[in-house]
């Protein structure tokens, strides 16, 4: 029992000793690291690149296909859709060239950011005028554009196509659509059935991924109209792209 307590008297004596203090660890100081920190990309960059990635998606490309489309490297395209990397302005109409869309479509709010509103929406046209393009094969007022965000996409064509030849290749996109017929005679193609007349007031539904053309039947000089109404946002933004071609064409003349 006398060694035991000598024994703790001891290591008491040791614990408080200059030489056992000098044994105690110091913690070493950590220096706060001075390294700047990764800056997050401009919010409008991210917003441009997740429209470019929308678009992209529904036109259902990869990005090496869009690369080849507008000449812009995959590497690059995959910065600029993550908003990592601005492109600069003649980067931009190349890839809008190449996604068929117009330029101005970069600049508005995506789907996934923008809530489709849930109810009151509501829009008015007078005289079935809407957005005007031209075409080879339409002449169209693309109605009720002020709705940015629609599920569908009415307008008013005037066929202008005859033949076959003169069309080109049967159209093909995503979605369905309803043709009625507002005026005049039209003859409806399709790659699965055999070719169908409709006057006015017939109409017909399809889907739009089968190969279809609709064309002037009517007598010589006479007009042929109707109401389209599709499912597939990108058509509109085709037929802008190609008027803008044949504008700019014309001016050379």
């Not at 290591?11 to 203090?21: G, K, N, V, W």
């Not at 590497?75 to 003649?90: F, H, M, N, Q, R």
């Not at 923008?114 to 339409?138: E, P």
């Not at 979605?175 to 193609?189: A, D, M, P, S």
């Amino acid at each position: 029992m006398r060694d035991f307590a000598t024994m703790q008297q001891r290591i008491s004596t040791e614990m408080a000793s200059p030489l056992s203090a000098s044994r105690k660890r110091v913690p070493i100081p950590v220096e706060p690291s001075t390294a700047p920190a990764k800056p997050e990309p401009p919010e409008g960059a991210r917003a441009i690149g997740a429209k470019i990635r929308q678009v992209r998606k529904e036109k259902g490309l990869s990005l090496s296909q869009l690369g080849e489309l507008s000449g812009i490297p995959t590497s690059t395209l995959a910065k600029a859709e993550t908003g990592a990397l601005s492109l600069p302005v003649d980067r931009l109409i190349r890839l809008v060239d190449a996604l068929g869309m117009p330029i101005t479509e970069l600049f508005q709010p995506t789907a996934a950011n923008q809530r489709l509103a849930t109810l009151g929406r509501r829009s008015i046209i007078r005289g079935a005028r809407g957005v005007h393009t031209v075409t080879k094969n339409y002449e169209c007022h693309w109605l009720f554009a002020d709705l940015s965000q629609k599920l569908m996409f009415p307008v008013i064509q005037a066929v202008r196509a005859r033949t076959l030849e003169e069309f080109g290749p049967l159209l093909k996109h995503e979605g369905e659509e309803f043709t009625l017929v507002l005026k005049g005679r039209i003859q409806v193609f399709t790659e699965v059935y055999e070719p169908e007349f409709l006057e006015p007031h017939d109409g017909i539904y399809i889907d739009s991924r089968m190969g279809h053309a609709y064309l002037n039947a009517s007598g010589t000089g006479e007009e042929a109209l109707i109401l389209n109404v599709n499912t597939d946002r990108s058509l509109r933004r085709q037929a802008e792209n190609e008027d803008l071609r044949r504008s700019k064409g014309q001016r050379r003349r």
